[in-house]
C-alpha cells in the first residue's frame, strides 16, 4: 500500500504518513467492512441462517459448494434468544451487504429471516431449507398446532438459566440420546452423537414469539421439504410453501438436517433462487 502526496522535505508530513501506514497495517484482512463490500460480478451475496441446535457449521458443505461457484457467503450466528432479538440482530447485518442478497434460512431461522428481511430491498429472494414459515402475528406454536406433533416434540428437555442482570429463563435442548432418531436419522450415529454433545439450545420464548413482520409476503420464496422431516412435520412444511405461493418447492428423501445430508440438493435450490432473480 502506498501513501501519495508527502514531500519528501517535510518532515511532520512524514511522520504522520508512516503513522498512518502503521496503523493501516495492523487492519485484519476479515475487517469488517470486508462484509458490506459488493459481490464480484452479478452473484448475489448467500446469506445462510442456521436454525435451533445448530451453528453456522452445519452450512459447511453448502458454503464450500456455493464458494466453488463463486459466490461469495456469509453464515452468521444466530443467537436463538427469540425472534425479536435474533431478527433484530440479523436485519443489522443484512444492512451491511452490499448489492443483491439470496436469504437461506433453516428451521427455526425461516422464522427469522421472514422478519429480518422486511424493507431490506436488496434481498431479492427467500429460501426456506425444512423451516417454520408463519404469518404476521403468529407463532410457531400456533402454525404448529394445525397438524399433528412432529416426534421431535417428545426428546425435547428444559434447562433453566440466569442472566448477568438476575434475570432467568428456560432453555430448550434434545435429549442427546433421542438426537439421531427424531433429528438427524439419516446421519450416521456418530455425525449424531457429536451433534448431540454441541448443540446450542434455543430460548423457550422463541416457540411462542408472534412475528411483526412477514418478507416472503412480497418477495419470492423457495422451499425445500424433507420428506422424513421428524422435527417439523411436512405436511406443515407444505402448506406453508402453497401459502406462501412458492415459485419452488423440492422435495427430497431427508431428515430434519437436509443441509447436512443433502447438500447438494440445498444448493441446487439456493442457485435456483440466484438464478431465477436476475442474478448468475
Not at 501513501?3 to 522535505?9: D, E, M, N
Not at 434455543?202 to 412477514?214: G, H, N, P, R
Amino acid at each position: 500500500m502506498i501513501v501519495s502526496g508527502i514531500p519528501a522535505s517535510g518532515k511532520g508530513r512524514l511522520a504522520l504518513g508512516v503513522a498512518l501506514l502503521s496503523a493501516l497495517t495492523v487492519l485484519p484482512t476479515h475487517a469488517a467492512d470486508d462484509v458490506g463490500r459488493a459481490p464480484a460480478g452479478q452473484k448475489p451475496t448467500v446469506v445462510l441462517v442456521h436454525g435451533a441446535f445448530a451453528d453456522g457449521s452445519s452450512w459447511s458443505a453448502v458454503v464450500q459448494r456455493l464458494q466453488q461457484d463463486g459466490y461469495q457467503v456469509i453464515a452468521p450466528p444466530n443467537t436463538l434468544r427469540g425472534i425479536p432479538q435474533d431478527s433484530t440482530y440479523l436485519n443489522s447485518l443484512l444492512k451491511t451487504v452490499k448489492g443483491p442478497i439470496v436469504l437461506v434460512g433453516h428451521s427455526y431461522a425461516g422464522e427469522v429471516i421472514s422478519q429480518a428481511a422486511a424493507g431490506i430491498d436488496n434481498v431479492k429472494a427467500l429460501v426456506y431449507i425444512n423451516a417454520i414459515i408463519p404469518d404476521k402475528g403468529e407463532s410457531f406454536a400456533g402454525l404448529s398446532g394445525k397438524f399433528p406433533a412432529a416426534p421431535l416434540t417428545k426428546a425435547l428437555k428444559q434447562v433453566p438459566f440466569r442472566n448477568g442482570d438476575g434475570t432467568t429463563g428456560t432453555d430448550v435442548y434434545i435429549q442427546p440420546a433421542e438426537l439421531h432418531a427424531t433429528f438427524a436419522q439419516d446421519l450416521s450415529q456418530q455425525q449424531a452423537s457429536v451433534m448431540a454433545a454441541t448443540q446450542r439450545p434455543i430460548a423457550q420464548s422463541a416457540f411462542t414469539d408472534k412475528l411483526t413482520e412477514a418478507a416472503w409476503r412480497d418477495k419470492p420464496v423457495y422451499v425445500l421439504i424433507g420428506k422424513q422431516d421428524r422435527a417439523i412435520n411436512p405436511s406443515l412444511e407444505r402448506y406453508e410453501a402453497k401459502r406462501a405461493h412458492a415459485r419452488q418447492t423440492v422435495e427430497i428423501n431427508s431428515s430434519h438436517v437436509s443441509l447436512v445430508s443433502h447438500p447438494q440438493a440445498v444448493t441446487d435450490l439456493i442457485l435456483s433462487a440466484a438464478h431465477n432473480s436476475g442474478h448468475q
